[in-house]
């Protein structure tokens, strides 16, 4: 334990401070005495060099996209620029409360009004609300638009969802917190949805059907117009998981696909900062038919070009948040949209797509690449390729070779932030690597040869990788515990 680790408590000296007040201004007033404390507060007394070195420390004992590469597969994290937060800090959007009478919002109605033009322009969607403030969230708004579609047609036999066995977590999720029913599609052997498990599926009794593409293996699903015939056909409505929206951004937009509902995560695909819960936002698009069962309230263009809010609609979906949405994540991403503008919001696509497959190639003679076609922006490996187990001519295990996890951890060692491990399911040792645009050649390198460096110790001596990481501040907690009984409080040990 370093100095500094100690409880700020533990570095209090009596009498010392950290701070300067001006004059005594505010000697005058007086306090009740049955106001006053009878004792102090038992704050540390600490010196201005002390808070600063224990809260800056204890900052770096964590691992973040300022501090290093974030080769996350499944959840872009991409690089959040710094002028986001420049401008989500301007006083006039700042001090907004959501109260406000329209009249004096105008400035950040129009942030929506245009955010909603972009976002519509890039997905080929006819239109946004942002009330929805996470990915799951605008996936269950998404599919309550899309249950308020049937219900207002009068078809009320519609409650299955079709979604693929390689969907993320919080699709079925989403369906089943929706009063729908969950019906699983098949992968085939290429990863992508297989057409011929689907068509049986297909009836009156489909609501719709829920896809990412790229899928969660990083690939194209090439049927997508059959698919999306085929739904549409039999009445159903096409979602689209846009939380990774990356690899298409000036490509292919879902709307020409034939998706009637999306979401996206301006949280990734749009740089804003995410982890640890929030905030986020997680806006939803539909096609022309479906605008008037956006759920509200909604930013509306007048006649006379100002912004106004309109509060309730007999045909939306609901509402999903106390107001509009979080401004400050929206913000950030059209500033995001803003800063590279339309040229280069073009190549945001190609070059997370260029990236990914630069390291899938880079890597994969010393990692199993179970699906070696062109990905999109992430790939998955399924362990590695000389894990450095050993076994004796009778067959028993003279030596134990490295795991996933065990590359995971020594790669803390080398200062990168380890990829998504063990998802998706359909390998077991899966490692699911995601670069993003926003790296440099020189970062992807860097990563390149630690992962090569790793792969050639394993082979060697799997120990070095079994005992990593050797200088993070927490090392290996055991995984279960600290998922189901997390420790959330300082422990003093003295
Ligand atoms: C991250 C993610 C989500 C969920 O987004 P949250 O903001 O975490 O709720 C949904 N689908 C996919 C494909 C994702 O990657």
Redesign the pocket.
């Known amino acids: 334990m370093k100095y500094y680790d100690k409880l700020i408590f533990k570095l209090s000296k009596e009498g010392r401070t950290g701070y300067s007040l001006p004059g005594t201004c505010f000697a005058a007033a007086a306090v009740p005495e049955n106001l006053l404390r009878a004792e102090d507060p038992a704050l540390p007394q600490v010196s201005e060099v002390d808070v600063v070195r224990h809260y800056t420390n204890l900052s770096q004992m964590n691992f973040g996209v300022d501090t290093g590469f974030y080769p996350l597969g499944?959840?872009?994290m991409k690089y959040n620029p710094k002028i986001n937060e420049v401008i989500a800090n301007m006083p006039g959007f700042q001090g907004l409360h959501p109260l406000q009478p329209a009249c004096s919002v105008q400035g950040a109605l129009e942030v929506y009004y245009n955010m909603d033009k972009a976002l519509s322009a890039i997905t080929g969607m006819a239109g946004f609300t942002f009330n929805p403030c996470?990915?799951?969230?605008?996936?269950l708004t998404g599919l309550m638009i899309m249950r308020q579609y049937h219900l207002l047609r009068g078809d009320l036999k519609r409650t299955k969802v079709i979604v693929p066995d390689s969907?993320?977590g919080?699709?079925p999720a989403s369906a089943a917190v929706c009063g729908l029913e969950v019906v699983v599609v098949k992968s085939n052997a290429d990863g992508l949805v297989d057409v011929a498990d689907l068509k049986p599926l297909l009836g009156d009794d489909v609501a719709g059907i829920m896809m990412?593409n790229p899928n969660?293996l990083g690939l194209f699903e090439k049927e997508i117009g059959e698919i999306a015939a085929l739904v549409h056909e039999c009445g159903g409505l096409l979602y689209y998981?846009g939380?990774?929206m990356n690899p298409l951004i000036g490509v292919v937009r879902p709307g020409d696909m034939g998706f009637d509902i999306l979401?996206l995560?301006l949280?990734?695909s749009f740089s804003t900062p995410?982890g640890g819960g929030g905030p986020?936002s997680?806006p939803v698009g539909v096609c022309e038919k479906l605008l008037p069962i956006l759920p509200v309230p909604k930013v509306v263009r007048k006649e006379d070009g100002s912004f106004d809010v309109v509060g309730s609609s007999d045909k939306a979906a609901g509402q999903v948040s106390g107001f509009l949405g979080n401004f400050g994540i929206i913000l950030r991403g059209y500033a995001y949209i803003l800063m590279l503008g339309r040229q280069n919001v073009k190549l945001v696509g190609k070059y997370a797509t260029l990236g990914a497959n630069y390291i899938k190639e880079s890597l994969k003679d010393c990692y199993k690449l179970p699906i070696p076609s062109i990905c999109k922006h992430e790939f998955v490996f399924d362990g590695l390729v000389d894990d450095g187990s050993r076994k004796a001519s009778d067959g028993s295990v003279e030596r134990e070779g490295a795991t996933t996890l065990d590359v995971a951890k020594r790669l803390l060692d080398f200062g990168f932030h380890a990829p998504t491990i063990y998802f998706p399911l359909l390998f077991h040792q899966a490692i699911m690597i995601e670069p993003t645009e926003t790296e440099s050649l020189e970062t992807l390198d860097a990563f390149i040869e630690v992962m090569r460096k790793i792969a050639a110790e394993a082979a060697e001596d799997p120990s070095i990788l079994k005992s990593a990481p050797h200088n993070a501040p927490i090392t290996r907690p055991d995984e279960t515990t600290a998922a189901r009984q997390p420790v959330l409080k300082f422990q003093d040990e003295a």
Do not use: I, R, V
């Open positions: 499944s959840c872009t996470a990915g799951a969230h605008g996936e969907a993320h919080t699709n990412t969660t998981d939380a990774n979401h995560n949280h990734k995410h986020g997680g």
